[in-house]
């Protein structure tokens, strides 16, 4: 019973306000959050399902840049909460609710603008989360170790090799999780007290009692030196003057018996490409599969995949790979490939290694290796892309790692040069 009321007094406030801008062309029309993800899915329905599965009825997304596509998603997708059994969702873009700004000015402010929503929720624990991750961790352990040590904040953190940790927030503890010193990206990240190899990097993840933050909060937004943010202000404030512990994600990483902890930051198209990829694997350490612990998204009404010829060099197969609802595998051969719903293709293609997103037209002859697509992108015949890196690179953006992404605007632009 105790579990269950921890979780009815909680709600999630998922930070889902940032481009991504490391993703390139992916979010020149969508947010991060809002970015397709492992065939179907939305990177931010990650978060959001963490929060259901954990037994969480009460979310909020604060949103900033180009919402509309995040938007409409969390409002088909998401749309199955009743308030009279006082359950929510609240979708809260940036809008003029203080006297004269509009926009968020860091992760902090985006709460505090909203406090009144907040307040009307009537919860007394409150869990922050970055909405552009790839994982699955049951809040319920995070929520209870956080009441059971009598902590003001509780910060999520990953245990990664010292020499990696630069690139995060850095917590150093002492040997019961006490937060001792919380460092923005250090040149020398400071060790776990049992191994002098690993650190602690903070995921983002913050747990607080409501009232506690509320008033945090507030006295942040009279201080006219802070950047209203939650890593950069609030967490090393706490760490100072109060009571910060550590709670570390392989306590409560959801996963099957001898999987690897998984958390993915896929904000480079370098790791969104690989980490997509990698679901195509014979056994893929993220389990989309588990059915006790489902990833909840939109569901287009669509009809099952496709595949059609048979003869040689004609024929439609997959191997290895990922085909969602609505494709049609018309004399292709698609080899560790994700196709997202909707993909088209045509006679004599060849995609391998591919992440193609929703609504893609591939036409005939085209041969695309290690590429990511763009959705509602339209292949020309005979396209040829991850053979010539060279040549690749006039049209498209081609990473260090050799992935090339393709959107439309590039191939109008190759077509009216060509």
Not at 258 to 270: H, N, Q, R, S
């Amino acid at each position: 019973m105790e579990q269950k009321r921890l979780t009815h007094r909680s709600m999630v406030f998922v930070l889902a306000g940032g481009r991504g801008s490391r993703l390139k062309e992916l979010t020149d029309r969508r947010v991060k959050p809002a970015v397709y993800f492992g065939g179907k899915t939305r990177i931010i329905d990650f978060a959001l399902s963490n929060a259901l599965n954990s037994g969480i009825r009460k979310m909020a997304v604060a949103t900033q840049y180009k919402a509309h596509s995040l938007i409409r998603h969390l409002q088909r997708g998401w749309s199955f909460f009743r308030a009279e059994r006082n359950e929510f969702l609240d979708i809260l873009p940036a809008s003029q609710r203080s006297n004269n700004e509009s926009w968020y000015k860091g992760t902090a402010d985006a709460v505090t603008q909203n406090i009144d929503i907040v307040d009307s929720y009537g919860v007394d624990y409150v869990i922050i989360l970055a909405g552009d991750h790839i994982y699955k961790m049951d809040y319920e352990l995070m929520l209870r170790q956080h009441v059971d040590s009598g902590a003001d904040v509780t910060v999520g953190c990953l245990t990664v090799p010292r020499e990696e940790a630069s690139a995060f927030g850095v917590m150093a503890t002492d040997d019961t999780g006490r937060i001792t010193s919380f460092l923005e990206k250090p040149a020398d990240p400071p060790a776990t007290p049992e191994d002098s190899t690993k650190a602690l990097a903070s995921m983002g993840i913050y747990v607080f009692d409501w009232k506690f933050l509320r008033n945090l909060l507030q006295e942040d937004a009279q201080n006219a030196d802070s950047t209203n943010d939650f890593g950069h202000d609030l967490i090393p404030h706490i760490v100072k003057h109060g009571k910060a512990i550590a709670h570390r994600f392989d306590e409560s990483c959801v996963r099957n018996a001898d999987a690897p902890v998984y958390w993915k930051d896929v904000g480079t198209i370098d790791a969104f490409w690989e980490s997509n990829i990698d679901l195509t694997s014979f056994t893929p350490d993220l389990d989309l599969w588990d059915k006790n612990w489902p990833i909840w998204t939109y569901s287009e009404s669509v009809p099952p995949a496709k595949f059609i010829h048979d003869e040689r060099d004609r024929r439609g197969m997959a191997i290895s790979s990922m085909i969602s609802g609505g494709c049609i595998i018309s004399g292709t051969e698609v080899r560790n490939s994700s196709l997202f719903t909707n993909v088209h293709t045509n006679s004599y293609a060849v995609l391998d290694q591919a992440v193609v997103l929703p609504n893609v037209v591939v036409n005939r002859s085209a041969r695309l290796r290690q590429v990511v697509i763009d959705s509602g992108v339209i292949i020309p015949e005979g396209l040829v892309v991850g053979e010539d890196p060279t040549e690749d690179a006039r049209w498209f953006n081609v990473t260090e790692r050799g992935t090339t992404l393709i959107t439309q605007s590039m191939l109008d632009r190759r077509y009216k040069e060509l």
